[in-house]
């Protein structure tokens, strides 16, 4: 079936710095990716769309210069959370719609950032 | 605009008790409706989807769900529980093919030995 890959898992950032994650299709042309966020015990909410070979789409209240979104290619979009603070630790998940017969939508495994 | 509304945030329930995670959807058009599953610091895995094909759709794990148009609902249901339910079900909703989803708050499943 179809899997996106994200990495890292897992991440620890000192306060200041950047911080980049990985979503891969594997198996799939993904054109759409949506970035999600979620808070501990919470449930999740849409960051930002990103579409391959054009700029992505924010949520209101989402920072764009803060959280820079690229997709660079049919395969593979990239979260960066620049000058990280604490208050960005959180559980980030991505995931890609698939349309045609097998409607449905593929998540990461999610990355845990935490930010010290 | 879209919104879940999932009603209980915590569900506790004996093994091998009935489970029942309640889901009620607001959309301006026929939607598409999921029901999630997420086990801790993992993504999400799809127990089942409503696509306006059959009302009552069967899912993994013996979970299944009914569509009431005239309600609103998405109910999901296991007629018995297994320790391996304890996880956290999101239900949530697409207007459109490939659209964004929205989701509900979420609800904690509990199962007691």
């Known amino acids: 079936g179809a899997v996106v890959s994200q990495h890292p898992s897992r991440v620890i950032c000192k306060s200041g710095t950047s911080v980049k994650i990985e979503c891969r299709s594997l198996?799939?042309?993904?054109?759409?990716m949506f970035w999600y966020r979620q808070f501990p015990k919470q449930s999740l909410m849409l960051m930002a769309t990103?579409?391959?070979?054009?700029?992505?789409?924010?949520e209101q209240g989402v920072e764009k210069d803060k959280f820079l979104i690229n997709h660079a290619s049919l395969t593979l979009s990239t979260l960066t959370v620049t000058s990280a603070h604490p208050e960005d630790s959180s559980f980030y998940i991505c995931?890609?719609?698939?349309?045609?017969?097998?409607?449905?939508?593929?998540f990461g495994s999610g990355t845990r950032l935490t930010v010290v | 605009a879209q919104s879940v509304t999932q009603l209980g945030s915590h569900v506790s329930v004996s093994e091998g008790a009935l489970v029942l995670l309640r889901c009620n959807y607001s959309?301006?058009?026929?939607?598409?409706l999921f029901w999630y599953v997420q086990y801790p610091n993992q993504g999400l895995q799809l127990l089942l989807k409503?696509?306006?094909?059959?009302?009552l759709v069967k899912g993994i794990n013996g979970f299944e769900a009914e569509f009431k148009k005239s309600e609103t609902s998405f109910h999901l249901t296991k007629p018995s529980a297994h320790m391996s339910d304890a996880a956290e079900y999101f239900c949530?909703?697409?207007?459109?093919?490939?659209?964004?989803?929205?989701f509900g708050g979420g609800t904690r499943v509990l199962v007691k030995p």
């Open positions: 995931s890609a719609p698939r349309t045609g017969e097998g409607f449905g939508y593929t």
């Open positions: 198996d799939f042309q993904a054109t759409t």
């Open positions: 990103s579409n391959e070979g054009s700029k992505a789409t924010y």
């Open positions: 959309s301006s058009v026929p939607p598409y």
């Open positions: 409503y696509t306006s094909a059959a009302t």
């Open positions: 949530a909703v697409s207007e459109t093919a490939g659209n964004k989803l929205t």
